[in-house]
T-cell receptor, first 110, second 115 residues
Framework: GIQVEQSPPDLILQEGANSTLRCNFS?????LQWFHQNPWGQLINLFY???GTKQNGRLSATTVATERYSLLYISSSQTTDSGVYFC????????????FGTGTQLKVEL | SAVISQKPSRDICQRGTSLTIQCQVD?????MFWYRQQPGQSLTLIAT?????????ESGFVIDKFPISRPNLTFSTLTVSNMSPEDSSIYLC????????????FGPGTRLTVL
């Protein structure tokens, strides 16, 4: 099946720093989503981004489908950005089933 | 925006018992899914809940262990049967809204601990 790998697995930042999270996938996809899982376990939708670039406040994302990767940029990080970031992909011809990546655990310190 | 709710939000259960988790959406959806997240792990799809017919299970998950119902377009239940400590996980439902793109949204999750 499709492999979805995220890097780095863990990241510690000082408040105000910038970071880039990466998601690599091994097969052609129809859809890619980025989620933030907060410390209470809730999954928050960040981006629906099968291709191209989108921005939402301090966050932006870019997906290059032909090269099978996506990037999530966090600028001017805040302690509330802490949690786990997941990418998830919808396989081409795979119905509506999302396959989740391995996740990046982010901790933002004062 | 639509609201997805799950009940219970958390529970502590004894081994050998069963727990039924409910997922309710306040607008009609096309697809409903159930995921499991074991401690420290990513999310894994258990099954697709089909309205009016049997759920479609992923490899490694069976109906006897995880029976699922979906009686209408806004409600589904997942039962975790004959529980063991290995079933301790967060269970999440997700939905795909009618008329929208294929973006999925998740309920708040049910945190299950089995003793």
């Amino acid at each position: 099946g499709i492999q979805v790998e995220q890097s780095p697995p863990d990241l510690i930042l000082q408040e105000g720093a910038n970071s880039t999270l990466r998601c690599n996938f091994s097969d052609s996809v129809n859809n890619l989503q980025w989620f933030h899982q907060n410390p209470w376990g809730q999954l928050i939708n960040l981006f629906y981004i099968p291709s191209g670039t989108k921005q939402n406040g301090r966050l932006s994302a870019t997906t290059v489908a032909t090269e099978r990767y996506s990037l999530l940029y966090i600028s001017s990080s805040q302690t509330t950005d802490s949690g786990v970031y997941f990418c998830a992909v919808l396989l081409t011809g795979g119905g509506n089933k999302l396959t989740f990546g391995t996740g990046t655990q982010l901790k933002v310190e004062l | 925006s639509a609201v997805i709710s799950q009940k219970p939000s958390r529970d502590i259960c004894q081994r050998g018992t069963s727990l039924t988790i409910q997922c309710q959406v306040d607008s009609q959806v096309t697809m409903m899914f159930w995921y499991r997240q074991q401690p420290g792990q990513s999310l894994t799809l258990i099954a697709t809940a089909n309205q009016g017919s049997e759920a479609t299970y992923e490899s490694g998950f069976v109906i006897d262990k995880f029976p699922i119902s979906r009686p209408n377009l806004t409600f589904s239940t997942l039962t975790v049967s004959n529980m063991s400590p290995e079933d301790s996980s967060i269970y999440l439902c997700s939905v795909d809204f009618i008329g929208g793109i294929d973006e999925q949204f998740f309920g708040p999750g049910t945190r299950l601990t089995v003793l």
